[in-house]
């Protein structure tokens, strides 16, 4: 059983950074595919990005662009979502989620593993 913990969100200005992070204990991250997701008040949960268990393949969603950038550092077991220039759009519960396959990655449904979120507020 992995258990996913979220944390580095905040309330911020337009224009700033943010490192997101998530740790990851009771399993090892490198055979793990890690996903991002965020869900603002009212809205659906969208897929933001996506770091493949094997060759370190990215992906991103439609609605994210060069701002969002993920990396993993496996010998810390722990996966990052770096977000720069944020907009209020950018305002949402952010998670980060884990499935042992790499296929539907951009599904939320796929997934097996789930943090808490962090939440990220950006005012203008």
């Known amino acids: 059983q992995v258990q996913l913990v979220e944390s580095g969100g905040g309330s911020v200005q337009a224009g700033d950074s943010l490192r997101l992070s998530c740790a990851a204990s009771g399993g090892t991250i490198s055979t793990y595919t890690l996903g991002w997701f965020r869900q603002a008040p009212g809205k659906e949960r969208d897929f933001v990005a996506a770091?493949?268990?094997?060759?370190?393949?990215?992906y991103y969603g439609d609605s994210v662009n060069w701002r969002f950038t993920v990396s993993r550092d496996n010998a810390k077991n722990t996966v990052f979502l770096e977000v720069d220039r944020l907009k209020p759009e950018d305002t949402a519960l952010y998670y980060c989620a884990a499935k042992s396959s790499d296929d539907n990655y951009r599904f939320a449904g796929s997934y097996d593993y789930w943090g808490q979120g962090t939440q990220v507020t950006v005012s203008s």
């Open positions: 770091s493949m268990w094997h060759g370190g393949t990215t």
